[in-house]
């Protein structure tokens, strides 16, 4: 059984919350992208805070039978991304958030709204 992108979202967001990121932005990629369905995009506010957020979104894509595909920048943890197929998440350290500014590079998206 695969994951619907929906519910994989839904979880996403808990586990990013669950962990206090900070500004998180949920982005719908439907019919402007092929990457992926949604983006997600938050911060941490140290190493430390990064890397548990992208440890506890592993920890739930993995029990909801989420495929991940690969996770980049674990060890820096200064800009941290997870592909979880139809999800996407981006995780950055507070200062390299505004520098990267991926928000503004996806504009065309539209901002899904908590439920």
């Known amino acids: ?22 500004n998180v932005v949920a982005l719908d990629l439907r019919g402007i992208s092929l990457i992926s369905d949604y983006f997600i995009i938050c911060h941490g506010n140290s190493d430390t805070q990064v890397q548990a957020i992208a440890t506890e979104v592993r920890k739930v894509a993995q029990e909801a039978g989420a495929v991940i595909r690969g996770i980049e920048g674990m060890d820096a ?26 928000e503004r590079l996806w504009s065309d998206a539209k901002v899904v709204e908590p439920v």
Do not use: C
């Open 1 to 22: 059984m695969t994951i619907q992108s929906k519910e994989l979202l839904r979880l996403t967001l808990e586990a990013v919350e669950d962990k206090k990121a900070m």
């Open 77 to 102: 943890a200064r800009w941290v991304l997870m592909d979880l197929g139809d999800v996407v998440v981006h995780i950055f350290h507070r200062d390299e958030r505004e520098y990267y500014n991926i």
